[in-house]
């Protein structure tokens, strides 16, 4: 089982690097800002957001004892904010 101390220094780490959050029934969870996950005792709480950015649409709250892998994965290629907003 991961502690919350791991995730947290795993997220804080600098330079950042994306990671995928896999929890024990198969979902997993990218995260590409670290501003989009904060880290409890028992559980870490992730903002989802459609663009990629710092401003979640959503929320998920995924048990600490639930986690089962922390993957590294490649940065999101850059989005252009002026097409996402026409759409």
Not at 31 to 54: A, C, L, N
Request: overall charge negative.
């Amino acid at each position: 089982m991961f502690r919350p101390e791991f995730i947290n220094e795993r997220i804080k780490s600098r330079p950042f690097r994306p990671l995928r959050v896999v929890a024990s029934e198969g979902l997993h969870y990218d995260i590409y800002q670290p501003d989009m996950i904060m880290v409890g005792e028992r559980d870490i709480t992730i903002g989802i957001s459609r663009r990629r950015g710092t401003i979640y649409d959503r929320q998920i709250r995924v048990a600490i004892m639930h986690i089962v892998g922390l993957e590294d994965i490649p940065p999101a290629p850059a989005i252009d904010t002026a097409q996402a907003d026409e759409a």
